[in-house]
């Protein structure tokens, strides 16, 4: 079974500036997806990026960019610039690579405040 | 991606009542998952819904409080049944895609 771990609970950080949002996890796939998803206060879960494992090059979304280090099974978040909108639970997920049924394995979560 | 619409948005329920929760999807999807976030919490899995079979729950979830239909590729519900206050928890469906999971917007569900 795989697990996923969120070690900062909260963070904060100030507009325009840049934050990071720790991940780590534990599996004995190979092949896996990455994900971190956005959760503001409107419930709804938003892709903000994804890894997959075989790609050595980390993933960047605009002001999103992910440090991936398969060996140490780390996946962490930066984010550049910060932005109000910002402000949201962030969570980050696993998924086994395979067919469509695979499920997503969550961390515990960051709630991240953008302050003005 | 696909685009999920599910409904209610949020309810208050009475405990000893059940509720049914609704997902309709605007393509057709092999699986659709359910998931609960207790309150401050992450998402729980609480079952896959394959169409045409019996749903596949995860440990601590039984059908017989949970039960979950679906009736074709692009909708399924889910529902809460006997509520105590300890089911007061957003509730979303979610689907897979080549880039992630989509999810529906979520049901606040809060039971007194």
């Known amino acids: 079974a795989q697990t996923v771990t969120q070690s900062q609970p909260e963070m904060s950080v100030q507009e325009a500036e840049t934050v990071t949002l720790s991940c780590t996890y534990d599996?004995?796939?190979?092949?896996?997806?990455l994900f971190w998803y956005k959760q503001p206060p409107s419930r709804q879960m938003i892709l903000v990026i994804r890894?997959?494992?075989?790609?050595?090059q980390n993933a960047t979304e605009n002001r999103f960019s992910v440090n991936f280090q398969k060996a140490a099974k780390s996946f962490s978040l930066k984010i550049s610039d910060s932005q109000l909108g910002d402000t949201a639970m962030y969570f980050c997920?696993?998924?086994?690579?395979?067919?469509?049924?695979?499920?997503?394995?969550f961390g515990g979560g960051t709630r991240l405040m953008v302050k003005p | 991606s696909a685009v999920i619409s599910q409904k209610p948005s949020r309810d208050i329920c009475q405990r000893g009542t059940s509720l049914t929760i609704q997902c309709q999807v605007d393509?057709?999807?092999?699986?659709m998952f359910w998931y609960r976030q207790q309150p401050g919490q992450s998402l729980t899995l609480i079952a896959t819904?394959?169409?045409?079979?019996?749903?596949?729950?995860e440990s601590g979830f039984v059908i017989d409080k949970f039960p979950i239909s679906r009736p074709n590729l692009t909708f399924s519900t889910l529902t809460v049944s006997n509520m105590s206050p300890e089911d007061s928890s957003i509730y979303l469906c979610?689907?897979?895609?080549?880039?992630?999971?989509?999810f529906g917007s979520g049901t606040r569900l809060t039971v007194v």
């Open positions: 979610s689907v897979s895609g080549y880039f992630g999971y989509t």
């Open positions: 599996t004995s796939e190979n092949n896996y997806y």
């Open positions: 890894q997959e494992a075989y790609k050595q």
């Open positions: 997920a696993f998924m086994k690579r395979g067919n469509a049924g695979n499920m997503l394995t």
């Open positions: 393509s057709q999807v092999t699986m």
């Open positions: 819904a394959n169409q045409g079979s019996e749903a596949t729950y």
